[in-house]
């Protein structure tokens, strides 16, 4: 949802106005610094685009239903975050592009392709990619993202809508987070866990989310350091599922990750971000047994962490 994005209000309020007009172009061209929300912002644009609880020219998406979350997750099959392969996007990269633009969309309404750091195009692939530009596939939607405006071709700038991004305002949630009582030693993983989201960060605050999950982060290395640890994974997933029950265990998973980003000395992060995604489709899709989806997930955790 929009208010997710901070510090963005000038860029978001021309894609609201342009939304509710009902006149959303083919290509935007996002530029401004690195790190202000430019990807989140695209992606909060495509699930405007494919959203299943938006009526009319309503300008907001949802963020709960299938399409949106599978966006947020960045696992939709008609949303595409392409980044360049090596140093430079690849000829290949365009070609198989330009290979699947024109055919419909798999499940949404609209395709969307964020091209992130557009700048590190070749000029033959930037030509290459302009001819898609030129004859814009219907139902498509492009989002180039880039933070040096300067270094791209003419002709891809003058066929984009372009929308700015500025500096977030200094210190955003050192100013607002004393404001909600957080103690000072307690923002850096309330804002990793929120992504720079206030209105995420404000969520987990109110539900006791984030109290419960620092009391919780001491046990769960445990699991790690113990060899036979298995009675204090059934525990811990028990004590899991019972504060957070069906309805806010995505929640768990979220904060969970990006623990585990702060954790990679002891583990394989690739393979362990694989393994909370899995478990997070299995909640979400396959209806499954909370406490031993949990369990399943912490003891394929552990496995890994041995190696
Ligand atoms: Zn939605």
Not at 38 to 47: N, S
């Amino acid at each position: 949802m929009w208010k997710d994005i901070l510090g963005q209000e000038s860029a978001i309020n021309i894609l609201k106005k342009t939304i509710k007009q009902n006149r959303l172009g083919t290509s935007y061209l996002f530029f401004g610094p690195d790190g202000v929300g430019k990807t989140k912002t695209a992606k909060e644009l495509a699930k405007v685009c494919n959203c299943q609880s938006i009526v009319g020219e309503q300008e907001d998406s949802c963020g709960r239903c299938s399409p949106c979350y599978k966006i947020e997750q960045d696992i939709h099959p008609d949303v595409k975050i392409i980044k360049p392969a090596s140093i430079h996007f690849l000829i290949s990269q365009i070609q198989d592009l330009q290979k699947e633009v024109y055919t419909t969309p798999f499940e949404g309404k609209k395709k969307v392709y964020i091209l992130d750091k557009i700048d590190k195009m070749t000029t033959e692939a930037a030509n290459a990619f302009l001819k898609t530009l030129e004859e814009p596939p219907a139902n498509v939607l492009f989002i180039l993202v880039t933070s040096s405006l300067e270094v791209l071709l003419p002709t891809i700038i003058s066929r984009c809508r372009p929308v700015k991004f500025n500096l977030l305002p200094e210190g955003i949630q050192t100013r607002i987070f004393p404001e909600w009582g957080l103690e000072p030693t307690r923002f850096h993983l309330l804002a990793q866990a929120s992504g720079g989201s206030l209105g995420r960060a404000k969520e987990y605050l109110e539900k006791g989310i984030f109290e419960h999950q620092a009391k919780l982060s001491n046990e769960i290395e445990n699991i790690f350091k113990k060899d036979n640890s298995f009675l204090l994974i059934s525990k811990i997933a028990t004590q899991i599922v019972d504060f957070y029950k069906k309805e806010n265990i995505e929640l768990f998973l979220e904060i969970f990750l990006v623990w585990l980003k702060q954790s990679v000395n002891f583990i394989n992060l690739y393979q362990a971000i694989d393994i909370v995604i899995e478990t997070q489709k299995a909640i979400r899709f396959q209806n499954a047994n909370l406490q031993l989806v949990i369990e399943v997930m912490f003891i394929k955790l552990k496995e890994i962490g041995k190696g």
